[in-house]
């Protein structure tokens, strides 16, 4: 059976991204799938949130009605923790500094290790509400799943991981990627529609099935 290459496109805050990563974790075993990792970020800082939602108050209430529906969906329901982001003592996080940290990940453990970043500060977030706009935050999740502090710091910090953002940015555009989760087949250009695990498995077997 020939393995795809799967352009993964994703944001650490975008809870629609934490019900979809889970299944394709299962089936990338079971089909053989080469995932690519990409960041895209939704905003990009306390400005933008500001020109997007209006006001912090208002980002947090639209957005996680937005979770709550997810929620409905969602394999791990008990992981989406609607109240305790809703009490949390900080502005609803943009998603730079987490964009960030993945491709600091990436550079030091190629795209296994953005993975893990990836789902970690998704539990952050999602279960834990903490502040992943901090990068406190994200240097504690980086030594919990063994980075070496002055290592990743260092990575996190370069110039070429902000590149490596925004080169992850350009290619959504060349794709005309305007919302996540996006998952793109690079062998047939199918681009998989988010749903249930099975919908996702027959979306995968009749995309072999054109790249045999």
């Given at each position: ?60 209430a639209?957005?996680?009605e ?8 969602s ?14 003592p ?27 970043m ?38 996190f ?56």
């Amino acid at each position: 059976m020939p393995a795809l290459t799967v352009d993964f496109f994703h944001d650490v805050v975008c809870c629609w991204c934490f019900n979809i990563s889970s299944r394709m974790r299962s089936l990338a075993e079971e089909f053989d799938l080469d995932i690519r990792h990409r960041t895209f970020v939704l905003q990009d800082s306390p400005t933008e949130m500001a020109e997007r939602w209006g006001s912090p108050a208002q980002a947090r209430a639209t957005i996680l009605e937005h979770w709550k529906v997810c929620r409905q969906v969602s394999d791990w329901p008990d992981l989406i923790n609607v109240e305790g982001m809703r009490a949390a003592p900080f502005d609803y996080p943009h998603g730079m500094t987490a964009a960030r940290a993945c491709k600091a990940a990436e550079q030091i453990g190629g795209q296994p290790a953005h993975w893990d970043m990836f789902d970690r500060l998704q539990l952050a977030h999602l279960s834990g509400a903490q502040d992943i706009a901090d990068p406190d935050t994200v240097l504690d999740v980086a030594r919990d799943l063994g980075f070496g502090g002055a290592t990743f710091a260092e990575a996190f910090n370069n110039a070429a991981t902000a590149r490596a953002v925004e080169n992850d940015r350009q290619h959504a555009l060349s794709l005309q990627v305007h919302s996540i989760p996006a998952l793109i087949i690079r062998e047939t250009g199918t681009r998989l529609v988010n749903g249930p695990r099975e919908d996702l498995a027959a979306q995968l077997r009749a995309a072999l099935r054109l790249a045999a």
